[in-house]
């Protein structure tokens, strides 16, 4: 993924909404969200070595790499990883998706950002995991080794950067951004956002088109008293959405989050 949207403890109801785009070739196999388990959807090989167990989720797959960019768990933790730029990607390193499984077993957001203190160096190409619930929002940035950092409440933009750096498309989404967050940030007006281009710009655009490669998918999730999950399997300037929202319900997640204010 390479585009994350996500505003925490800033709307009233919504302890969390999420916006994220996946890019990515379009010949990697993907298959959309569903009801799964960190167990099936990470790969042995790439699971971590002090894994917890086995913990129900709600996420895509990844079906090359049998991990995830994205998902959530039944207690409302939800963790999304970016692949950030490198000049020599090494296919040899773990993949990054067990990260996101991995993190949706610990009992906090908290908890699971802790826990990547302990990432071993030079494992993983490098990447930006979110990691967050109701409490608490976590922002871990690895190239060799894991930084952390807790987030306040407010809008975020995650891409394929360190968080210290920017660039015009992320300075542009969060200008944008910023209007949509004054009036509860709406998951139209999200979803309008991430089907947005930029002339002659493919790659500044949130919505990438460019030959192989480009957005694979889309996802828009709010967490609170009125939960939320819709998503586009392809670019969403041209597919339409789908309310899976059913597959919260299937989750266990909506109980343990109705009431729950900003």
Known sequence: ??????????IAGAPLVVAANRDEFHERPTEGPALRTTATTATTANRAEDASGSAPVVAPRDLRAGGTWLGVNPSGLFAAVTNRRSENPDPQ??????????????PTARRAAERCDDLPESAYNPFNLFIADAESAHLISYADRPERVELGP??????????EESS?????????????????????????????????????????????????????????????????DGPPCQTPYRDLTPLLHDLGLVPSWEGVQA
């Open 1 to 10: 993924m390479c585009t994350l949207i996500t505003l925490h403890r800033c």
């Open 93 to 106: 390193r773990r993949s990054r998706g067990w990260l996101v499984m991995e993190a949706l077993e610990a």
């Open 154 to 163: 407010g809008a975020h933009v995650i891409g394929n950067v360190h968080p």
């Open 168 to 232: 015009p498309k992320l300075a542009r989404l969060r200008r944008e951004l910023e209007p949509i967050a004054g009036r509860g940030a709406p998951l139209d007006a999200l979803a309008a956002l991430c089907r947005s281009h930029v002339a002659d710009s493919p790659f500044e655009s949130t919505c990438v088109h460019a030959g192989p490669y480009g957005t694979r998918s889309s996802t828009l999730l709010r967490l609170g008293a009125n939960p939320a999950l819709h998503y586009a």
